[in-house]
């Protein structure tokens, strides 16, 4: 179990590092908004989904009622739908084990699994625990931090860009088919044109379809792969 463990560190602590400057920027941005310092850690327990706590500061800052709130919820999570599919929750093996895995599945952990394709639940767990603590107690530093530095930082909320691109170019190197980096990008830019509104779960929702036609039509696939 130990070596499990360590193996599952030392296959997220790439992508946990890149979640420290994250946490401690949206915990900056909680208490340069106007909320107390513990309700950092409340957002990051109870809703955990880095890209989803940002906006909920804003849906709770321009009091957005919990319909709408609720419903930008979904879309912006529309795509652990897919996650689900392919993520090897069956390998873990307690109950209780199941449902944190669950609900600790982030888009971080869902790439270090599609790279790493951990063997074991007590890898899979180690990842997802490793990652979480990597956002909350950062989150709390920056928090604390925002109570004495002064407001107007710039920039911070580009953390979360910068750590969508390193996941993405880990996927990349794991499997370097080009023709899926390129459909995902057209599909997003016709998303954008045709339902601006709704841009990441049409182009989600597409791409999936497409994925699945290629696994259905192995024809299909060979004809669109461009591995370089």
């Known amino acids: 179990m130990i070596d499990q ?17 994250l946490g401690l920027a949206f ?30 500061i804003n849906l709770i800052t321009a009091g957005v009622g919990p319909v709408s709130a609720a419903i930008t919820g979904f879309m912006v999570n529309f795509r652990h739908i897919f996650y689900g599919l392919t993520f090897p929750r069956h390998l873990v093996d307690s109950r209780a084990g199941r ?17 790493r394709r951990p063997a074991s639940g007590v890898h899979v767990l180690t990842v997802q625990i490793f990652c979480q603590l990597m956002w909350v107690l950062p989150g709390i530093v920056g928090a604390l931090a925002g109570l004495i530095i002064p407001p107007g930082i710039q920039g911070m909320e580009f953390a979360l860009v910068a750590l969508f691109v390193v996941l993405a170019w880990e996927t990349f190197r ?18 954008g044109l045709a339902a601006p ?20 039509s192995p024809g ?9």
Do not use: C
Request: aromatic content about 12%; cysteine-free; hydrophobic content about 55%.
């Open 27 to 56: 915990g900056l941005l909680m208490t340069q908004v106007g909320f107390a310092w513990w309700w950092t850690p409340l957002f990051s327990v109870l809703i955990y989904a880095g890209s989803m706590e940002y906006l909920a």
């Open 197 to 216: 509104g709704q841009l990441l779960m049409v182009a989600l929702s597409v791409y999936f379809l497409v994925l699945i036609g290629r696994h259905l």
């Open 5 to 21: 463990i360590r193996g599952g560190i030392r296959d997220s602590w790439a992508v946990a590092l890149g979640l420290i400057p």
């Open 99 to 115: 449902a944190y895995s669950t609900y600790a599945l982030t888009d971080e952990s869902y790439a270090i699994a599609s790279a």
């Open 174 to 191: 794991n499997n370097r088919d080009l023709s899926l980096i390129l459909l995902a990008g057209g599909l997003a830019i016709l998303a």
């Open 220 to 228: 299909l696939d060979k004809a669109l792969e461009w591995r370089v």
